[in-house]
């Protein structure tokens, strides 16, 4: 209850990886865009090859923050 989105990062072997999961009020397609991915309104994702997790973490919540400051989300 209360979860319009989820994003997971987790650890490859070329660097990490963050899919992202809507229930249909925050498109995650917009989202994972802006970081290099793409996908689809629910369901959607990002790769970031030669980038250690928490610099892939860092780069989604900024444009998380972004997003809501420019109320995009």
């Given at each position: 209850a209360g979860v319009d989105?989820?994003?997971v990062?987790?650890?490859t072997a070329d660097g990490g990886s963050i899919?992202?999961?809507s229930i249909g009020d925050v498109n995650v397609q917009v989202i994972m865009e802006k970081?290099?991915?793409g996908g689809h309104?629910?369901?959607s994702g990002a790769q970031f090859n030669h980038t250690d997790m928490d610099e892939a973490v860092?780069?989604?919540k900024q444009v998380l923050d972004n997003m809501i400051k420019e109320g995009d989300i």
């Open positions: 989105a989820s994003f990062a987790y650890p899919p992202a999961r970081l290099g991915g309104m629910n369901a860092a780069c989604l």
